[in-house]
């Protein structure tokens, strides 16, 4: 099951982004649009923001990860160990 990455106005231009924050409510990856498929997204930070009560119950679940941008060589997870 993925979600779909709301489209936001940034400061900067998109297609010049080097770094993505995604705060996630499940353990879903939202798929991402194709202009950040085709960016030059080097960072990725995923950010938990689940519910502490709903934690060991979405560890269950099946998790799918969508395509992500190839460009991607840094991945950072903040907060999931918040909720063990």
Known sequence: MTSH???T??????AKAQAAQIPLQTFTIPTFPPEA???DIKDLILTSDII???YSALLEGMVQIPEL???IRSLTLEGF???L
């Open 81 to 83: 160990m918040l909720g």
């Open 69 to 71: 941008p190839k460009s």
């Open 9 to 14: 106005t940034a400061a900067a231009s998109p």
């Open 5 to 7: 990455l709301p489209s």
């Open 52 to 54: 502490l009560d709903d």
């Open 37 to 39: 498929l085709e960016a």
